[in-house]
């Protein structure tokens, strides 16, 4: 089993949508958790970390945290064609290492 | 504005080879991270180092070394390069874990073909 897994994609959702992007992991005894995005050609950047279950709201982007079903998730409301990225989860497995899942490739359609 | 910078954005080189990834960051950073990105793959750890003369293999060392004996400059080794190393590298650099916000600064990457 993967350590960190992404719903495969690719996604394509309409412009003003929303998308849904999940992440499971494998170690129960992770704390911390993050969203990077990567435009084509570009290196990743960090938009959303979370750390408590729940949902963690940061404009048009919401994380959500569950570690009981050890999943968390990425929803991004009004999809814009700027959006259009692939969204790698990473999760803190120890110290400061991260370990990413293998990403998803959204596309919002104007 | 931080900045990691890799010292080639393009290489190409035979079997055999032995290649050098360099990686310079000027954030004073302790921790760096050499990654590799594959299609399907996601993102790989090779290597990470929390300091000076200091290493710890990631989740796929075999075939890399690494080397860094300034706390800005972390290099990536390949001693023999094979086609199967033909890949996106990318480093990256982070403050240490007490106060890590688990943001990675991420250099524009090498790619990498192995002929």
């Known amino acids: 089993q993967k350590e960190v897994e992404q719903n495969s994609g690719p996604l394509s959702v309409p412009e003003g949508a929303i998308a849904s992007l999940n992440c499971t992991y494998s170690?129960?005894?992770?704390?911390?958790f993050f969203w990077y995005r990567q435009y084509s050609g570009k290196s990743p950047e960090l938009i959303m970390s979370i750390y408590s279950n729940g949902d963690k709201e940061d404009g048009r982007f919401t994380a959500q945290l569950n570690k009981a079903s050890q999943y968390v998730s990425l929803l991004i409301r009004d999809s814009q064609p700027s959006d259009s990225a692939t969204y790698l989860c990473a999760v803190q497995t120890s110290g400061s290492r991260l370990t990413f899942g293998e990403g998803t490739q959204l596309t919002v359609n104007p | 504005d931080v900045k990691v910078t890799q010292s080639s954005r393009y290489l190409v080189k035979r079997t055999g080879e032995k290649v050098f990834l360099e990686c310079v960051q000027d954030m004073d950073h302790e921790n760096m991270f050499w990654y590799r990105q594959d299609p399907g793959l996601g993102l790989r750890l090779i290597y990470f180092?929390?300091?000076?003369?200091?290493?710890e293999k990631g989740d796929i060392p075999e075939g890399y070394s690494v080397s860094r004996e300034k706390k800005e400059r972390f290099s990536l080794i390949l001693e023999s390069a094979s086609t199967n190393q033909t890949s996106m590298y990318l480093c990256?650099?982070?403050?240490?874990?007490?106060?890590?916000?688990?943001?990675?600064?991420f250099g524009e990457g090498s790619r990498l073909t192995v002929l």
């Open positions: 170690d129960r005894g992770s704390q911390s």
């Open positions: 990256a650099s982070s403050t240490p874990v007490i106060s890590n916000t688990g943001e990675l600064f």
């Open positions: 180092s929390y300091d000076v003369k200091m290493k």
